[in-house]
């Protein structure tokens, strides 16, 4: 199993920034995918962004053009750097790594856009 630990979360202004990492207990280099997901209180966990070990991305309609993931392999690393933060952004984040069969997901970070 894969140990996935995110990080940098926090309380932010709306219109603020943040940048969450998600570290790998191993090299991501051969990992299908990787994801970032975020779950509202009292609402379904919900995909964020993805980047295929090709470098492919792609984002939920609702963070188009604000939010964008990235991956370094040699740090076994993937990063959610997020702009223009809004109250509806509040959410604990979570990172999963898709390997083969296996998902592992991390333990989430918490983001609060304050209005």
């Known amino acids: 199993q894969v140990q996935l630990v995110e990080s940098g979360g926090g309380l932010v202004q709306t219109g603020g920034s943040l940048r969450l990492s998600c570290a790998a207990s191993?090299?991501?280099?051969?990992?299908?995918?990787m994801y970032w997901y975020h779950q509202a209180p009292g609402k379904q966990r919900k995909l964020v962004a993805t980047?295929?070990?090709?470098?492919?991305?792609n984002y939920a309609d609702s963070v188009k053009g604000r939010f964008t993931i990235s991956r370094d392999n040699a740090k076994n690393t993937v990063y959610l750097q997020m702009n223009s933060l809004q109250p509806e952004d509040t959410a604990v984040y979570y990172c999963?790594?898709?390997?083969?069969?296996?998902?592992?997901w991390g333990q989430g970070t918490q983001v609060t856009v304050a209005s």
């Open positions: 999963r790594a898709e390997r083969g069969i296996y998902d592992d």
């Open positions: 191993e090299s991501i280099f051969s990992f299908n995918a």
């Open positions: 980047i295929t070990g090709g470098g492919r991305t």
